[in-house]
Nanobody
Framework: QVQVVESGGGLVQPGGSLRLSCAASGSIFSINFMGWSRQAPGKERELVAGSSSDGSTNLADSVRGRFTISRDNAKNMVYLQMNSLKPEDTAVYHC???????????????WGQGTQVTVSS
């Protein structure tokens, strides 16, 4: 089995910064993709940032210029550096890992439980 665990959320004032971390562990042969999505109350889940195994990254228009995604392949970890935070960034942030497991040809998608980010004065 594979576990995905997020950390680093919390309460921050508008304009502040937070860094989220996500670690994938367990029966992993390789990781094709790691990314962050968020869900605010009453809204649909939104893909915020993603990092593919070829080194490419993508960011949602709503966070481009403020958020940065980075990845440590050796540790199976992905990070989300969030700067210039706004109240509308308040949400539960979930980490997603798309992995290949040893001996399997298909990929599996795993999600973490999420970490709360609240931006408020």
């Amino acid at each position: 089995q594979v576990q995905v665990v997020e950390s680093g959320g919390g309460l921050v004032q508008p304009g502040g910064s937070l860094r989220l971390s996500c670690a994938a562990s367990g029966s992993i042969f390789s990781i094709n993709f790691m990314g962050w999505s968020r869900q605010a109350p009453g809204k649909e889940r939104e893909l915020v940032a993603g990092s593919s195994s070829d080194g490419s990254t993508n960011l949602a228009d709503s966070v481009r210029g403020r958020f940065t995604i980075s990845r440590d392949n050796a540790k199976n970890m992905v990070y989300l550096q969030m700067n210039s935070l706004k109240p509308e960034d308040t949400a539960v942030y979930h980490c997603n890992a798309i992995v290949k497991r040893p001996g399997r040809d298909i990929t599996y998608s795993y999600w973490g439980q999420g970490t709360q980010v609240t931006v408020s004065s």
